[in-house]
Nanobody, 130 residues
Framework: QVQFVESGGGLVQTGGSLRLSCAAT??????IGWIRRAPGKEYEAVSC????????YYADFTEGRFIISRDNAENTVHLQMNSLKPGDTAVYYC?????????????????????????WGRGTQVTVSS
């Protein structure tokens, strides 16, 4: 089991910034990532960072605007989101990967789809106004 404490969502204007934080606790957490679901759309993977091998993943739509980082001392992952657009409006879910990766693959290399994660948090709302 993994327990999550997500924070940092809110309302921001186009071009603004938000920082999402996720404190995850549990056994065998190899990577933490973010997944989002916009109104009327499918879930999509956003970003990932691994404490086990240091790998990261960013979805193409982040376009260099998002930065994921981890604070090992506090067991917390942050997602800094800059230059936000109305299309970024969504519920953002923190997620954890506890399964071992395949030989030769990094933990975040297979997290380009939401189903890769083993546990999800409850989500935090991000709204970007035009």
């Amino acid at each position: 089991q993994v327990q999550f404490v997500e924070s940092g969502g809110g309302l921001v204007q186009t071009g603004g910034s938000l920082r999402l934080s996720c404190a995850a606790t549990g056994l065998d957490i190899h990577a933490i990532g973010w997944i989002r679901r916009a109104p009327g759309k499918e879930y999509e993977a956003v970003s990932c960072i691994s404490s086990s091998d240091g790998s990261t993943y960013y979805a193409d739509f982040t376009e260099g605007r998002f930065i994921i980082s981890r604070d090992n001392a506090e067991n917390t992952v942050h997602l800094q989101m800059n230059s936000l657009k109305p299309g970024d409006t969504a519920v953002y879910y923190c997620a954890a990967l506890t399964s071992r990766t395949l030989p030769g693959r990094t933990y975040c290399s297979g997290t380009d789809y939401p189903g890769a994660y083993d546990y999800w948090g409850r989500g935090t709302q991000v709204t970007v106004s035009s």
